[in-house]
């Protein structure tokens, strides 16, 4: 069975691969990239920021050498943004340990700050043809229907039988092939919903299939629903420039730029806490006007409504902060959030405006 299932998933995907930038490349470090960025982000939106990342930083050196926020601008709209500055500090400790190489075995490529023990198979299979499994969320669900598995797929003991059985079918040739073409089965065909098993490879070797429990399996626990979160934000202007600060790490969208802001009741008074945000900052104004209507924002966890309060205010730029003009906000690292925002404020600020705001 082991045999044949390898056998058969592999002719598949010689036939039917999908062309990616990051399939037949010989650079780990490309392959490294490529892996980090396709972590919960999918592949349609990874394909343009992984050309431009590797064009801004061709290569492990010019990473590690690189001042942080000018990754943090390369990555920023990608989301995530740990993922970065792990990047960032794994760049330079393979400079400082490795000799600027890639280390091929998953141990040590797991000593790297930021690559997990998906990241470490799926780059030691890849880019240095070892023995492994990458057990990411296609190949999870792949597997739980090829064994049949019916606990729940986010439990450790789930994931470790998963990954166990997936080791046991890798060939002893090609690993790197049969671990992108279990990732493309999960990808296009044995998808979360409604897997199209007529067109599976395996299908004859899947428990799930030939049980008809293809609709009920992999198990998943309940999703806990997002915290709902009211933001007021802040675009405090003066002679046509926004006042952007950069957020702290650790936390949500650290070492992104974006408008001061606060969370705040649905039912509280927007100018008040708009106040209060500008007194952080060390600024004030009199003139305050709430713009229209609200930007939502899922993030994995929360589900932003916020509010933006457009400010007019004079004064020096306070420490952690500056005076951007909203046509040069591009040069910044900021995230797709933050863009939303820009989106809302140009929508509505002329109104503002008229109103000697």
């Not at 992984?50 to 942080?68: C, G, N, Q, T």
């Not at 393979?94 to 700050?113: C, H, I, N």
């Not at 789930?158 to 990954?163: D, G």
Request: net charge positive.
């Amino acid at each position: 069975m082991k045999a044949a299932f390898s056998r058969r998933l592999l002719r598949w995907y010689d036939k039917e691969q999908r062309e990616l930038p990051w399939r037949g490349q010989s650079d780990p470090y490309c392959i490294w990239i490529s892996e980090a960025m396709l972590q919960q982000t999918v592949v349609a939106t990874v394909i343009p920021y992984y050309h431009r990342f590797l064009k801004a930083f061709p290569s492990v050196a010019r990473l590690a050498a690189a001042p942080e926020s000018d990754v943090m601008h390369a990555w920023a709209g990608l989301g995530y943004y740990s993922r970065a500055r792990s990047l960032k500090k794994a760049a330079e400790m393979v400079m400082e340990r490795f000799g600027g190489q890639l280390p091929a075995s998953e141990e040590k490529l797991r000593s790297l700050p930021g690559i997990g023990p998906y990241t470490a198979a799926a780059v030691a299979a890849i880019a240095f043809g070892q023995r492994a499994f990458a057990l990411d969320g296609n190949a999870a669900r792949v597997m739980a229907r090829v064994m049949g598995h019916k606990e729940y797929l986010e439990d450790h003991s789930t994931k470790t039988a998963l990954h166990e059985h997936g080791l046991a079918l890798v060939p002893p040739a090609r690993s790197g092939d049969f671990a992108q073409a279990v990732m493309e089965l999960g990808a296009r065909i044995c998808g979360p919903r409604v897997p199209k098993c007529g067109e599976c490879p395996v299908a004859g070797l899947c428990v799930a299939f030939t049980t008809n429990q293809t609709t009920t399996l992999p198990k998943r626990r309940p999703k806990r629903p997002k915290r709902p979160v009211h933001m007021i934000c802040v675009a405090a202007h003066d002679q046509g420039r926004l006042l952007f600060e950069q957020r702290p790490a650790p936390g949500l969208l650290a070492g992104t730029w974006t408008l001061p802001a606060s969370e705040a009741a649905a039912s509280g008074d927007p100018e008040a806490t708009a106040r209060q945000v500008l007194a952080k900052v060390g600024l004030t104004s009199a003139r305050l006007r709430v713009l229209p209507g609200q930007v939502r924002h899922v993030f994995t966890h929360l589900d932003v409504q916020a509010t933006v309060v457009w400010a007019q205010v004079a004064r020096p730029v306070p420490a952690g902060q500056q005076w951007v003009k909203p046509a040069q906000a591009c040069d910044l690292a900021l995230a797709s959030y933050t863009r939303k925002l820009l989106g809302h404020i140009e929508a509505h600020a002329s109104s503002a405006r008229n109103k000697g705001l």
